[in-house]
């Protein structure tokens, strides 16, 4: 099975533009994570969903949107792209939405707004 | 808001030596959980503790939580250079629905 895919795997981006970064699991699992990863910085919660059809913020939601209209996917969108939200972004998910489940990453996306 | 500190930030070591990093958080944590990222890579789950005082080992990494369940560390033994990446620790926020994450500790190790 391939886990989680992500999509693109980079992106150069004019600032201002908006972009979907996409995610599917096929491992049908409840809960999914996108998080954002700068150097020196670890991972930060962006936004998450327990099951679908419901969504919420993390630490860091702030230009950013997401949605969970079926369990495989989770797109988050950039509406207005600004340099500061240049990223690697990594989409994970887990069984469930409580925390005592290991979480499963996909490769990532690195993301440049210029 | 809750925070989860690791030390050192950065590790070089000979291959063979030992290595330890260090998590901290600010609250009691209910569990704790261990990842590495290899270069280039995405996170793997590596292992998860739960209760006061525990001691879990998968081959030359041993996992401790503290008693007071607010830190926790992971000692690798005799290092090797298949060891090279960046561990993470990360524990439930207060409201228990989400992962604090730490900020990674990077491992070199020099063959």
């Known amino acids: 099975t391939a886990g989680i895919t992500q999509a693109p795997t980079s992106q150069i981006l004019a600032a201002g533009r908006s972009m979907t970064l996409r995610c599917t699991q096929d491992m049908r699992h409840n809960a999914m994570y996108w998080y954002r990863q700068d150097l020196g910085l670890g991972l930060r919660l962006i936004h998450y969903s327990n099951t679908a059809g419901t969504t919420g913020k993390g630490e860091v939601p702030d230009g950013y949107s997401v949605s969970r209209a079926n369990t495989d996917d989770f797109p988050l969108t950039l509406a207005s792209a600004v340099p500061s939200q240049t990223s690697v972004y990594f989409c994970a998910s887990s069984d469930s939405g409580v925390p005592y489940y290991e979480q499963f990453f996909g490769p990532g996306t690195r993301l440049t707004v210029l | 808001g809750q925070q989860v500190m690791q030390i050192p930030q950065y590790q070089h070591v000979q291959e063979g030596e030992d290595f330890t990093t260090y998590c901290n958080s600010s609250t009691t944590l209910s569990n704790i959980q261990w990842y590495k990222q290899r270069p280039g890579g995405h996170p793997v789950f590596l292992i998860q503790l739960v209760k006061s005082g525990e001691v879990k080992k998968q081959k030359r990494l041993t996992f401790q939580f503290g008693e007071a369940k607010k830190n926790s560390s992971l000692h690798i033994t005799a290092t090797q250079t298949t060891d090279v990446g960046t561990y993470f620790c990360?524990?439930?926020?207060?409201?228990?629905?989400?992962?604090?994450f730490g900020g990674g500790t990077r491992l070199m190790v020099k063959p």
């Open positions: 990360a524990g439930p926020n207060n409201a228990g629905n989400m992962l604090t």
